[in-house]
C-alpha cells in the first residue's frame, strides 16, 4: 500500500495568494483528518470527514479555511488569502474501520511558508 | 471534554538509559489509548496502543500499561538507542459519540537520545 499521499511537500508563497493542498487517503478507509502543526500551537486537529461528510470543522481557524472531500480518494484543504501565520506543516491522516481500531495512518506533511 | 496531558519536555538521556514519559488523560467514556511516535522531518506513526484497562501495548522495546484507577498510560523502554530519538505523543480516542474515530492528541514530548 502506498499509505496516505500528499501534496505538494513544500510550498512557498506569498501572503495574498490562493493555496492549496492535496491528499490521497489509503484506498477502503473512510475517516480523513487535516491537521496543522507549529512549535507553538503543536498538532492541532483542524477538520475531519467521514463518508466523504465533514463530521467536525470547529478546529477552522476562520472562513479564510476550507475543505473539500469530492470523492472517497481526494481531498482539498484551501486557503484563500494566505497570512504569514498561516505558516505551519499541514498533515493528512486516514483511518477505517476495517483495520487497527481508531488507527490514524499520517501523511508526510506538506511544509507550507507564507511570505 | 476529553484531554490528554504529557510531561513536559524535553528529554535527553544517554544512550541505554531508562525511558518513562508519563501520560495522564480525562475522557468520559472508555477510551482506547494511544502512543504515536514522530521522527524528524516525517508525519506521525502508531507506536502501540491498548483498547482496554490493564492493557499492555508494546512495540520495538516500548511499553505502556492502560491504568483505569490513576487514568494513566506511561510510555516506557528499558534501554533506549540514539535511534529513537523523536517526539511522542500520546492520544485517545472516544469509541463512540459525536468523536467516534477522532484523536485527542497530547502536546508531544521531544526526546533526544545521545551517544
Known amino acids: 500500500d502506498a499509505g496516505v499521499i500528499q501534496s505538494p511537500r513544500h510550498e512557498v508563497t506569498e501572503m495574498g495568494q490562493e493555496v492549496t493542498l492535496r491528499c490521497k487517503p489509503i484506498s477502503g478507509h473512510d475517516y480523513l483528518f487535516w491537521y496543522r502543526q507549529t512549535m507553538m500551537r503543536g498538532l492541532e486537529l483542524l477538520i475531519y470527514f467521514n463518508n466523504n461528510v465533514p463530521i467536525d470543522d470547529s478546529g477552522m481557524p476562520e472562513d479564510r479555511f476550507s475543505a473539500k472531500m469530492p470523492n472517497a480518494s481526494f481531498s482539498t484543504l484551501k486557503i484563500q488569502p494566505s497570512e504569514p501565520r498561516d505558516s505551519a506543516v499541514y498533515f493528512c491522516?486516514?483511518?477505517?474501520?476495517?483495520?487497527?481500531?481508531?488507527?490514524?495512518?499520517f501523511g508526510p506533511g506538506t511544509r507550507l511558508t507564507v511570505t | 471534554g476529553n484531554s490528554v496531558t504529557q510531561m513536559e519536555g524535553p528529554v535527553t538521556l544517554s544512550e541505554e538509559a531508562f525511558l518513562t514519559i508519563n501520560c495522564t488523560y480525562t475522557a468520559t467514556g472508555y477510551p482506547s489509548l494511544f502512543w504515536y511516535v514522530q521522527y524528524p522531518g516525517e508525519g506521525l506513526q502508531l507506536l502501540l496502543k491498548?483498547?482496554?484497562?490493564?492493557d499492555k501495548g508494546s512495540n520495538k522495546g516500548f511499553e505502556a500499561t492502560y491504568r483505569k484507577e490513576t487514568t494513566s498510560f506511561h510510555l516506557e523502554k528499558g534501554s533506549v538507542q540514539v535511534s529513537d530519538s523523536a517526539v511522542y505523543f500520546c492520544?485517545?480516542?472516544?469509541?463512540?459519540?459525536?468523536?467516534?474515530?477522532?484523536?485527542?492528541f497530547g502536546q508531544g514530548t521531544i526526546l533526544t537520545v545521545h551517544p
Open positions: 491522516a486516514s483511518s477505517g474501520r476495517q483495520g487497527l481500531p481508531y488507527e490514524q495512518y
Open positions: 491498548a483498547t482496554k484497562a490493564d
Open positions: 492520544a485517545l480516542s472516544d469509541k463512540g459519540g459525536t468523536s467516534y474515530g477522532k484523536l485527542t
